[in-house]
């Protein structure tokens, strides 16, 4: 089967229940190069409908209740495009205002999570205000996908041409507090109480290999799995020490995406890393001489998350 993976980027949704001549189970294809969003069968695979997006689509995501689509918009744009998925229709554009070039989105918490590379940094928008409730600069340079836990309190970022993954974490302060010169058993009899707790926001700076892209949480929440597009390497993030643990030659280039995926008679998740092989050969039969091919074709390529296994000694599925 002949494919352009490049132009490709799929999601799965479950729609909701009452959707007429909508499958409960669909998956969502966006085209890059048509610009459009199409809804496909999740059992026959046919397109039962497409619907238009703005120029330059990069992602797309679903809302929990399944209903809305929200789309990227990439390169010198600030918009997301938004797709009525039970009527099929696109409904107004967002608006981002300055946070150039959206990319990654996540739906959690009601709100659409998004990055934004040009301004550095990454927000959220809020479809039941229509309004841009939060934004922070991460500093880093192409801010590009994103994951959010489900408790709000966790933000994970991979900056692309920084070569950084940043984790950053909600924590409790106080703000405004007692005046200068308070003694230390509490404020005098009249004086104003300490300020208000609220909330801030930590970002640690974890340094990863080249074109840090593609990355996924393992199930157990403790580490974080970050594909280096530059090396074809994949960085393992301890999420308690905040630090790498350990560094896997996956022999994938351009690895921009990974992902851990439940499948059958697997004792536990594998991760997937779509990418460009270096070689048509399988990594465990090629000799260590072999120079990387730049026409090689898309892989994907599996690694069941088991002690001490090593990407490299896995075969590459690649398209044929």
Same mark, same amino acid.
């Given at each position: 089967m002949k494919f352009s993976y490049a132009f490709l980027i799929l999601a799965a949704v479950a729609l909701a229940a009452h959707a007429q001549q909508t499958p409960a189970t669909s998956i969502l294809a966006l085209s890059k190069r048509d610009h459009t969003l199409a809804i496909v069968d999740a059992s026959s695979l046919k397109i039962i409908a497409k619907a238009p997006v703005g120029d330059n689509p990069h992602e797309v995501i679903a809302s929990t209740d399944g209903k809305t689509a929200y789309v990227s918009i990439y390169g010198n744009n600030n918009t997301l495009s938004v797709i009525d998925l039970i009527a099929r229709k696109p409904l107004p554009t967002v608006d981002l205002g300055p946070l150039r070039s959206p990319h990654g989105l996540e739906f959690v918490g009601g709100k659409v999570w998004f990055t934004a590379e040009g301004a550095k940094a990454i927000g959220s928008y809020d479809p039941a205000t229509k309004k841009v409730d939060w934004i922070l600069g991460t500093g880093q340079?192409?801010?590009?996908?994103?994951?959010? &836990?489900?408790?709000?309190?966790?933000?994970?970022?991979?900056?692309?041409?920084?070569?950084?993954?940043?984790?950053?974490?909600?924590?409790? #302060?106080?703000?405004?507090?007692?005046?200068?010169?308070?003694?230390?058993?509490?404020?005098?009899?009249?004086?104003?109480?300490?300020?208000?707790?609220?909330?801030?926001?930590?970002?640690?700076? #974890?340094?990863?290999?080249?074109?840090? /892209?593609?990355?996924?949480?393992?199930?157990?929440?403790? /580490?974080?799995?970050?594909?280096?597009?530059?090396?074809?390497?994949?960085?393992?993030?301890?999420?308690? &020490?905040?630090?790498?643990?350990?560094?896997?030659?996956?022999?994938? &280039? &351009?690895?921009?995406?990974?992902?851990?995926?439940?499948?059958a008679n697997l004792p536990s998740s594998p991760c997937c890393v779509a990418g460009r092989s270096r070689s048509s050969t399988p990594p465990a039969e090629r000799p260590s001489s072999a120079s990387p091919s730049a026409t090689a074709p898309p892989a994907f390529l599996c690694n069941p998350m088991a002690p001490g296994s090593s990407l490299p000694a896995l075969p590459t599925i690649t398209s044929p």
């Open positions: 340079n192409r801010t590009h996908m994103i994951a959010v &836990s489900p408790d709000l309190k966790t933000i994970v970022t991979t900056n692309v041409a920084s070569g950084t993954v940043s984790i950053i974490e909600k924590t409790a #302060v106080h703000f405004g507090g007692p005046p200068p010169g308070m003694p230390p058993n509490g404020p005098p009899q009249g004086a104003p109480p300490p300020g208000p707790q609220g909330f801030d926001w930590n970002q640690t700076l #974890v340094k990863v290999g080249s074109g840090s /892209e593609g990355f996924d949480i393992t199930p157990d929440r403790k /580490e974080i799995w970050a594909a280096n597009a530059g090396d074809g390497t994949i960085s393992i993030i301890d999420f308690a &020490s905040k630090q790498v643990t350990q560094t896997l030659p996956a022999d994938v &280039s &351009s690895a921009n995406r990974l992902k851990f995926t439940p499948m």
